[in-house]
């Protein structure tokens, strides 16, 4: 008589500590091992009751960034998506030009605090949604995609941001970072 396997819980902090950031449950051995997949709202990630980590994108543009999939910036994204997240969905970007009043701008801080997201990314420190979320939150500054396609540098930079974001956080308090 052979036993069936057993699955080996392993963290996803673990996963992403020895270079794993590209993973996902087949959906075979999810429904053959009772796991649940779920998307709460804004994409908080559940499997078998582990956290998926859940990100936010904050910056001037994001919306025409992605209307043309074929810009340069777009693919540039596209790119820092699938090597440093799950993909294009894991990460949720609020375009602060669409946010014309302080109503608006109160709704994406409930909605971004309420996802439970693990990171904030914002490439437009000035606006008002940066420094209330920084009020909250650790934000990492990246610089915009305008400034990246300029200037080579700034994507090794925004690279390392993403590498290790722990080590890039400003906070209302602390001076902000300029790109």
């Not at 936010?56 to 596209?78: F, H, K, N, T, V």
């Not at 014309?100 to 437009?124: C, H, L, P, Y």
Request: glycine share 6%.
């Amino acid at each position: 008589m052979s036993e069936t396997p057993q699955p080996v819980p392993v963290s996803t902090a673990w996963l992403a500590h020895i270079g794993v950031v590209n993973w996902a449950v087949r959906e075979d051995y999810a429904n053959s091992h009772g796991l649940v997949t779920t998307l709460a709202d804004e994409q908080t990630v559940q499997m078998g009751g582990a956290h998926q980590q859940a990100w936010y994108l904050i910056g001037a543009g994001l919306s025409a960034i992605w209307q043309d999939p074929q810009q340069p910036a777009c693919l540039l994204w596209r790119a820092m998506a699938q090597y440093h997240f799950a993909g294009l969905d894991a990460v949720h970007f609020v375009d602060t030009d669409t946010l014309r009043d302080e109503t608006a701008i109160e709704q994406a801080v409930e909605r971004i605090i309420e996802s439970g997201v693990d990171w904030v990314f914002s490439m437009d420190v000035e606006h008002p949604l940066h420094q209330q979320l920084a009020e909250g939150l650790a934000l990492v500054v990246l610089p915009h995609f305008d400034a990246m396609m300029a200037q080579p540098l700034l994507k090794r930079d925004a690279y390392l941001r993403l590498l290790q974001p722990e080590k890039f956080l400003s906070y209302a308090d602390e001076g902000l970072d300029d790109f």
